[in-house]
Structures are given as structure tokens and as C-alpha cells.
């Protein structure tokens, strides 16, 4: 993310809330009366009063001035509060941005959830708010205190805010034209810091592989060198503070110079002592501290907002749309969606390898599979062959060191969260049930789903006494009221109504009696499209088409009586030792 979509992100959050800056800009102006007055006001009492031998109309004029003073105390109040009406929603966007997409990495294909990153970028937000509060302060104040200080240098005599303006106009183009390598420097100071902290991070928590490789002279050099990155941002970011020290020495400090030494020429062409004394009043309580604030905060402010927004924004995008995404498209249950031509969509696994580490023994090694609509396939295996994991890189949860798992013709890896919530769903052995009403529970999946539909949902799955129990689809559930095999149901209920053409139960009825769990899979078998168990009982290999085989050495693909023949793991899970007959041949999992 560059520049220019810092400027687009801040032009646009500005843009949205003109309103708000409308009320800050007009409390800015009254708050400036001080700014606009000051000078001539005392110019008046100086003149009128303390010179002219009239102490008390002196006294009248800065009196009036100690009353704009207190308007502009009053007014300083309520541009506070119309700062936050501007700075706060702005903040909750870019901190939605920020969860949306941490919630998007934790759910996409091969993500996972960085908490760390998280808390990284919340601080961030923080920095964000502060900094983007501040810039709207010193570029208002600058605005209306400078121009205040103008307009009443050009009331008391024009020559005098020409001499004025000559200066400052410099001193503020010579920090801007300053301001890009400010922010280049800026950013590249950051990141230094970022690269030493995670370089030194690294070599600490491998301190003990260092040592033992011998590798303590690169690391350590691998070290130094961000840190002689990071000293040498440092200097530069120091010879920057130089030209804003140089920027507000002609800007700020200059014009007082000039009114000095042309104070004698300015009463030799009738500018009175009062009008000399306002127009250095205009010039040290005016426009020296407005340019001042306006440097230091754009220097130092303005640089951390555009160098740290830039690194959320390049973290997680903002995009230019921010209208959240339509609602997924729902087909009602028993005609789930096609693939072009009509054919209903199909699962294929190619040459698929995953492994826990870089070191691990793969728990697949080039797997191939493929499954068509109605299909229904129980995976079986001990503990530790991967069935679990299967079925997380099919569902497109874990990403595959090498190989493609396609659902309807598409990648997993590169369907977002809501189109793969559309093409498949999930249910882990431990199931997720919510506070609320059954019914929402149960629409979880299905938002649009009718009371028929549950009902009919309820008795396909032998749901219908666990609803009654609960008080019907209206009653409260409370998850932690509810056994393990009740919340298994309401899950599989959840699941069966759900629009997508793959399920897959990962040990899902795993605490439902037998006969349950097999009404509950009969209901999923006569569900349109394609259905996995992973299975914990025997049971369900004998209901399934098909049974795939996974032990740690080639999978085996087949029918129960084709697996009996051929594998001794199958025969080990059904609890038959003795060795057939007539041996028939099973289906390896190989690539076709």
C-alpha cells in the first residue's frame, strides 16, 4: 500500500464526514478570535489609550480582547468534541478492516490465527487515532491561527503582513519540499526496527541449534546489521530535524527579525507604536506558534500516521468498496448447486502431500481421490493416519504442501471463506451450539430456512424427541445445559440443512448411540451430493459405497468386502483376523 492510498483512505474517511469537520471548522473560527483580534486590540489600547494619557480606555480595549479570550477558551471545548465525531468512526473502520482481515488469514485456506499480529495491529490502531487527531489539530490550528494572525497584520497596515507573510511563506516551503524524504526516512526506520526486533527474536529462540551448528558468527553478523540499519535511520532522521529546526527559523523566527529592523522605516511612513507592538503580537503569538505546532506535528505525528497506517494497509487492504459482501446465494434443500452443464459438483484430490514440518513423515504422500455427486465415502484408520487432517485439506482449512483439492471445479485455496461456507460444510467431533433458540441454531447454515423445513429436518435425523424435550424450535438453549451427543445432533441437524453438496463429519456422531448415528448417517446418504465420515465405529464403513483406507502406508480404496481381502488394517478395525478365501482386488488411492 503506497502513499496514495494513505491519502485515498484519509481523503475518504474526511470526505464521509463532512458534517462533523463542518462543526469543527466552525468552532475552529471562533476559538481564533483571540488570534484575529489580539493584535489590534492592543494596537487600539496602546494608541488610543496608554499613550493618548487615557489609561481606562486602554484598559476598555484589552478587556475587550480578555472577552475574546474567553469565547475562544469556551470554543476550544467543543472542537474536541467534534474531533472525536470524526476521528472515532474512523478508527472503528479501519479497525473493522483490521479484524475482518485477521479473521480472514485465520480462515482461509493454510491460515491460521495470529494473535500476535493482532495485538501488533491494535496498538497500531491506536497510533493511527492519536496521530490522525493530531494532524486535524495542527492543520486546522495552522489554517485558522495563521490566517487570523494575516487577516489582522493586513487590518493594521498591508506592508506589514507582506513583510510578514515574505518569510513565513519560505520557512513552510522549505518543510514541505522536505516532507517526502521525511516520510521515506520515517518508513525506512520503522521497518529497520521491525527486521532487528524479528532477527534478534530469532537468534535468541535458536540460540541452542546456533551453538551447535557453529553459526554464532553469521547470526550475529545477520544481527549487526540491522542494528547499523536502524543507527543509520536514526542519523538521518536527525538531519531531518535539522531542516525542520531550519524551516521554522526562517518561517517563524524571521518575520520577528524584519519587523525589528524595518520598525523605524515603518514610523517614518506614519505606522504608529500601538500598530508596530500589535503587528509583533500578530507575528509571536499568531503565526511563530501555529507554523511551530504545524512542523513538529506533521515531522513527527503526521510521519508515524502515514508510515503506520501504511503498514495496516498493507497488512489488510482497504478496499475502495466497503459494502459487505451479498449473502450467499440459497438453493433449497434437496437441489444443491450445479456445475456448469448441469452436473451436480465433484470433489478431486491430486497428487496431494501434506506433512506436519518440513522434517515430519507425510501423513499423505501424493494422494489422489475423487468423488462424485451421491457418493458416500467413510474413512477409516488408527489414531494418527490422517483422517482429520483429510478432511481439513478437503473442506480447504489446511493447505497442502503440494497438490489440488478442487470442490466444483474450483481450487479450495483460492475460493474466499464465503464461497467455500457454500460448497462444503464441516462438523468436528466436538460441536458448536450457541445461546439462543433452537431454531436459530438450526438455521445457522440456512438463515431462510421455513419452520417445515426444520421439522422436516428434525425427523429425517431422529431430532424430533430432543426438540421436544427442549420445549420445540421457539425454546432457549443453553450449550452448556445439553450433553455431548445432544449438541452432536443439533450440529448434524444444522449441517443437513445447509445448502452445500459436500459434508463431511469428522467423528461427528461419536457420542450418539448406534442406532441414532445410524439414522443420522441414512439421512445423509439420501442427501444430494457427496458425503465423508470420517468414522470412529465399524458401522460406518459397512453402510458406506465406499471405504478408504489410510494406515501410514498407501491408502486403499474399495468396498468392504474388497478392503477384507486385501488389508490387514481393515480386517484389524472390523475384528476379523482370519485371512478370506477368495481374495478380490481393492482400489488404491493412487493417482488415476
Known amino acids: 500500500m503506497s502513499?496514495?492510498?494513505?491519502?485515498?483512505?484519509?481523503?475518504?474517511?474526511?470526505?464521509?464526514?463532512?458534517?462533523?469537520?463542518?462543526?469543527?471548522?466552525?468552532?475552529?473560527?471562533?476559538?481564533?478570535l483571540p488570534a484575529l483580534l489580539a493584535g489590534y486590540l492592543v494596537a487600539r489600547a496602546v494608541d488610543e489609550g496608554f499613550l493618548a494619557g487615557r489609561p481606562l480606555n486602554g484598559l476598555a480595549w484589552l478587556g475587550v480582547l480578555a472577552v475574546a479570550v474567553l469565547v475562544g477558551a469556551a470554543a476550544t471545548g467543543r472542537t474536541y468534541r467534534s474531533l472525536g465525531a470524526v476521528v472515532e468512526p474512523f478508527r472503528d473502520e479501519v479497525a473493522a478492516q483490521v479484524v475482518r482481515g485477521a479473521l480472514g488469514d485465520a480462515t482461509r485456506a493454510g491460515g491460521r490465527p495470529d494473535s500476535a499480529a493482532v495485538t501488533r495491529l491494535t496498538h497500531q490502531m491506536e497510533i493511527v487515532r492519536d496521530t490522525f487527531a493530531g494532524l486535524l489539530m495542527v492543520t486546522r490550528g495552522?489554517?485558522?491561527?495563521?490566517?487570523?494572525?494575516?487577516?489582522?497584520?493586513?487590518?493594521?497596515?498591508?506592508?506589514?503582513?507582506?513583510?510578514?507573510?515574505?518569510?513565513?511563506?519560505?520557512?513552510?516551503?522549505?518543510?514541505?519540499?522536505?516532507?517526502?524524504?521525511?516520510?521515506?526516512?520515517?518508513?525506512?526506520?520503522?521497518?529497520?526496527?521491525?527486521?532487528?526486533?524479528?532477527?534478534?527474536?530469532?537468534?535468541?529462540?535458536?540460540?541452542?541449534?546456533?551453538?551447535?551448528?557453529?553459526?554464532?558468527?553469521?547470526?550475529?553478523?545477520?544481527?549487526?546489521?540491522?542494528?547499523?540499519?536502524?543507527?543509520?535511520?536514526?542519523?538521518?532522521?536527525?538531519r531531518m530535524a535539522a531542516i525542520r529546526s531550519l524551516s521554522l527559523g526562517i518561517g517563524g523566527w524571521?518575520?520577528?527579525?524584519?519587523?525589528?529592523?524595518?520598525?523605524?522605516?515603518?514610523?517614518?511612513?506614519?505606522?504608529?507604536?500601538?500598530?508596530?507592538?500589535?503587528?509583533?503580537?500578530?507575528?509571536?503569538?499568531?503565526?511563530?506558534?501555529?507554523?511551530?505546532?504545524?512542523?513538529?506535528?506533521?515531522?513527527?505525528g503526521g510521519l508515524r500516521y502515514v508510515v503506520t497506517l501504511e503498514n495496516i494497509l498493507r497488512t489488510y487492504p482497504v478496499s475502495d468498496d466497503q459494502r459487505p459482501p451479498a449473502p450467499a446465494d440459497r438453493t433449497p434443500h434437496g437441489r444443491p448447486p450445479t456445475a456448469p452443464g448441469g452436473r451436480s459438483p465433484t470433489v478431486e484430490v491430486r497428487g496431494l502431500t501434506f506433512a506436519y514440518g518440513p522434517r515430519a513423515r507425510p501423513v499423505l504422500r501424493n494422494f489422489s481421490l475423487t468423488l462424485a455427486d451421491q457418493d458416500h465415502l467413510a474413512v477409516v484408520g488408527p489414531s494418527g493416519a490422517g483422517k482429520s487432517t483429510l478432511a481439513a485439506l478437503m473442506a480447504g482449512l489446511v493447505a497442502p504442501q503440494a497438490g489440488t483439492v478442487?470442490?466444483?471445479?474450483?481450487?479450495?485455496?483460492?475460493?474466499?471463506?464465503?464461497?467455500?461456507?457454500?460448497?462444503?460444510?464441516?462438523?468436528?467431533?466436538?460441536?458448536?451450539?450457541?445461546?439462543?433458540s433452537l431454531?436459530?441454531?438450526?438455521?445457522?447454515?440456512?438463515p431462510d430456512a421455513d419452520e417445515h423445513t426444520l421439522d422436516v429436518a428434525l425427523d429425517a435425523l431422529g431430532a424430533r424427541p430432543l426438540a421436544a424435550r427442549l420445549g420445540g424450535l421457539s425454546a432457549p438453549v443453553t450449550p452448556a445445559l445439553l450433553s455431548a451427543g445432544e449438541r452432536q445432533l443439533i450440529a448434524a441437524v444444522r449441517a443437513w440443512l445447509a445448502p452445500?453438496?459436500?459434508?463431511?463429519?469428522?467423528?461427528?456422531?461419536?457420542?450418539l448411540d448406534p442406532a441414532l448415528e445410524a439414522t443420522v448417517e441414512a439421512a445423509f446418504a439420501?442427501?444430494?451430493?457427496?458425503?465423508?465420515?470420517?468414522?470412529?465405529?465399524?458401522?460406518?464403513?459397512?453402510?458406506?459405497?465406499?471405504?478408504?483406507?489410510?494406515?501410514?502406508?498407501?491408502?486403499?480404496?474399495?468396498?468392504?468386502?474388497?478392503?477384507?481381502?486385501?488389508?490387514?488394517?481393515?480386517?484389524m478395525l472390523v475384528g476379523c483376523w482370519d485371512d478370506p478365501v477368495v481374495p478380490s482386488r481393492a482400489t488404491s488411492a493412487r493417482p488415476g
Open 3 to 32: 502513499r496514495s492510498g494513505v491519502r485515498r483512505v484519509t481523503w475518504r474517511a474526511l470526505r464521509a464526514r463532512r458534517r462533523a469537520l463542518a462543526g469543527l471548522g466552525g468552532w475552529s473560527l471562533v476559538e481564533s
Open 254 to 300: 524571521l518575520p520577528l527579525l524584519v519587523l525589528m529592523v524595518a520598525a523605524p522605516w515603518l514610523v517614518e511612513r506614519g505606522l504608529t507604536a500601538g500598530a508596530v507592538l500589535g503587528a509583533l503580537i500578530y507575528v509571536s503569538t499568531g503565526l511563530q506558534p501555529a507554523l511551530h505546532t504545524l512542523v513538529q506535528g506533521l515531522g513527527g
Open 439 to 446: 431454531a436459530d441454531n438450526l438455521r445457522y447454515l440456512r
Open 142 to 238: 495552522f489554517l485558522f491561527s495563521a490566517g487570523a494572525a494575516l487577516l489582522g497584520l493586513l487590518a493594521l497596515a498591508p506592508v506589514v503582513a507582506a513583510l510578514a507573510a515574505v518569510p513565513l511563506v519560505a520557512g513552510l516551503g522549505v518543510f514541505l519540499a522536505a516532507l517526502p524524504a521525511m516520510v521515506t526516512h520515517q518508513r525506512a526506520y520503522v521497518r529497520a526496527g521491525e527486521q532487528l526486533g524479528q532477527s534478534a527474536a530469532t537468534a535468541l529462540a535458536g540460540h541452542r541449534d546456533v551453538l551447535a551448528c557453529g553459526a554464532q558468527t553469521r547470526v550475529t553478523a545477520e544481527v549487526a546489521r540491522w542494528v547499523s540499519a536502524q543507527a543509520a535511520t536514526e542519523r538521518m532522521l536527525a
Open 500 to 511: 452445500a453438496p459436500l459434508v463431511l463429519l469428522d467423528e461427528a456422531t461419536c457420542h
Open 526 to 571: 439420501r442427501r444430494p451430493g457427496s458425503l465423508v465420515v470420517i468414522a470412529h465405529r465399524i458401522s460406518s464403513a459397512l453402510r458406506a459405497d465406499r471405504v478408504l483406507v489410510l494406515d501410514g502406508d498407501e491408502p486403499l480404496l474399495g468396498t468392504h468386502e474388497q478392503l477384507m481381502a486385501r488389508s490387514a488394517t481393515y480386517r
Open 406 to 436: 478442487h470442490l466444483a471445479g474450483a481450487p479450495v485455496t483460492a475460493v474466499d471463506p464465503v464461497g467455500l461456507a457454500r460448497m462444503r460444510v464441516l462438523v468436528p467431533q466436538e460441536a458448536y451450539v450457541f445461546t439462543g
